[in-house]
Each structure stands twice: as C-alpha cells, then as structure tokens.
C-alpha cells in the first residue's frame, strides 16, 4: 500500500519591508499618530518607529504645525492593497480625503518604499515621489532607514536627509511615540 504525502499548506505571499510616513495637524495628533500605528497592525507588523518631531506645514502654510514619524514594518499585501488599507485608516480617523490637497488633517499615512520596488501607476507612485524634498519626511525616515537606498535616486536615505532644504523646520519633540 502506498504511504500518502499530506498536501502542503497554501503558501503565504512573501513578507516585504515597507517604509512609511505619518503625520497629521489637527486634534490630539500624538493620539491620531498612536491609534493610526494600532490599526496599521491589521496589514503591517511594525518593527521600528522613528522619534517624533514638530514640523512646519510645507506648501500650504497657513495651518498648524504637524507631528510627523515613520515606522518600518513588514506586510503581505501588494502596495495596491496596502494603500486601500491606508485610506481606510485615514476615513476612519477624521480625514476627509476629498479635502484640500495639503491642508491641515488629523492623519496621513504615506507609503515611502515597498521593499525595492518602483511603482509607477495613476494612483500610487513608489518610491513616494516627493520624498526627496521634504525634511519632514526625510528626518524621521533617516532615524530608521539611515542606510537605505533610494531605489530611483541611489542614494542613502541619510545623504538626501543631510542635503534637503528646511531641516530647521524640523523638530525632534520625543524619542518615541
């Protein structure tokens, strides 16, 4: 009698490293940032997160102040997927997504880089393509992805975080959140 093999369990899509972005202006924004990073959990396992820093709006300037962080994490989803996920998280906390592009919001989350991919699609672009100039992006990410090269510019995060114009604006409030 022949001895059966037990089917393989269904594999699981790979892991990939995920780098991104939060940031918000209105209400309790340390609140909006910690409950964000608990309902990221869902779709990201989170396993570093930047200091948090005061950070000077950019682009539209008349509004509050914002508190920005990154975190790293590892998800199964495809960046599709991942920024459904996103928007879903900002809907739930307050954000009108349909508002004013750059205006003051209790929450945005942003995908900066998705393992070494480059997406280019109408809806989502990886790396995020303003990334480069912003301080208030880049200083965060440089707490923990330092090291990391962009995979368009092919340069270390910390190169571009040393270079970028308005680092002043940037203000490092807390180690954690």
Do not use: W
Request: glycine letters at 6%.
């Amino acid at each position: 009698m022949a001895e059966l093999t037990p089917p393989s369990p269904p594999s699981s899509p790979p892991a990939a490293t995920v780098y991104l972005a939060l940031g918000g202006n209105m209400g309790d924004r340390a609140a909006n940032l910690a409950e964000a990073i608990r309902r990221l959990g869902r779709a990201v396992r989170i396993d570093a997160q930047s200091a948090l820093y005061e950070t000077a709006p950019m682009y539209v300037t008349d509004q509050p102040a914002f508190l920005n962080m990154a975190v790293r994490g590892t998800t199964t989803l495809e960046p599709a997927a991942l920024l459904r996920v996103l928007k879903e998280i900002e809907a739930s906390l307050g954000r009108d997504l349909g508002g004013l592009r750059f205006g003051p919001r209790p929450i945005d989350v942003d995908i900066l880089l998705y393992a070494d991919r480059v997406v280019a699609d109408p809806d989502l672009e990886i790396p995020h393509p303003r990334m480069a100039e912003r301080a208030f992006v880049l200083c965060p990410l440089a707490d923990i992805a330092a090291g990391i090269v962009h995979p368009l510019l092919n340069r270390r995060i910390g190169e571009l975080c040393d270079e970028v114009p308005g680092r002043e604006t940037v203000v490092r409030i807390a180690e954690a959140l």
